[in-house]
């Protein structure tokens, strides 16, 4: 069973960083797209950023370059570096993984706060 658990959530002043990291377990043999997306009460569920098998990267407009997305595929990991972060930027985090030929999985989010 594929399981995707984030780490790397917390309360962090306006400006501030933080590293999310998200560990896939289970039983596949590849991963093909890993991203993180966001949400907030009340609103839809958004893509932050995304990296395929291939290494291309997509981020959301709102990321405005203060984010980075990695991965290490050897391990399985997707990570995300956010810097400048604003309180905006306040949202449960999720991790996502598209497994070829098998489904789209999530992790169960981490909290980011934003506030000074």
């Known amino acids: 069973q594929v399981r995707l658990v984030e780490s790397g959530g917390g309360v962090v002043q306006p400006g501030g960083s933080l590293t999310l990291s998200c560990a896939a377990s289970g039983g596949f043999t590849n991963i093909d797209v890993m991203a993180w997306y966001r949400q907030t009460p009340g609103k839809r569920r958004e893509v932050v950023a995304r990296i395929d098998s291939s290494g291309r990267l997509e981020y959301n407009d709102f990321v405005e370059g203060r984010f980075t997305i990695s991965r290490d595929s050897a391990k399985n990991m997707v990570y995300l570096q956010m810097n400048s972060l604003k309180p905006q930027d306040t949202a449960v985090y999720y991790c996502?993984?598209?497994?070829?030929?098998?489904?789209?999985?999530w992790g169960q989010g981490t909290q980011v706060t934003v506030s000074s």
């Open positions: 996502y993984a598209m497994i070829p030929d098998v489904d789209n999985y």
